[in-house]
């Protein structure tokens, strides 16, 4: 089956739209069966947002890289601008510092 996604920003977000609407979920539902704010899930418009954008995939039972090929490597990988960054679920629990980066942070002060 051949997509036709758009390659424009604003005209692939309504295909996106168009696509959740036409299985019956709306972007602000999918939103908050993930637990996030719908701005966060639609910043996927504007910006890479690895989470969301493999949230929207799953919800149209694509993968990533079919939607945003331009943001994904060909082996399912996120492309990153900054590689060494994780991702953070948008969970409750993530809400309180796991205290990753503030290790990090005071590692890398004391060495300075």
């Known amino acids: ?18 696509q959740v ?28 947002y690895p989470r969301m954008e493999r949230a929207i ?19 399912g990988t996120p492309c990153r601008h900054r590689p060494n960054r994780a991702e953070k679920s948008a969970s409750i629990s993530s809400m309180h510092d796991s205290g990753s980066n503030v290790r990090a942070h005071r590692q890398m002060a004391a060495e300075a």
């Open 21 to 48: 609407r036409s299985r019956g979920l709306t972007l602000a539902e999918l939103s908050r069966r993930l637990g996030v704010e719908l701005g966060t899930l639609a910043s996927v418009k504007r910006s890479p």
């Open 57 to 75: 995939a799953d919800a149209l039972d694509l993968k990533p890289a079919v939607i945003w090929p331009e943001r994904w490597n060909l082996d």
């Open 1 to 18: 089956m051949k997509l036709d996604i758009p390659t424009n920003p604003t005209a692939r977000w309504e295909w996106i739209k168009y």
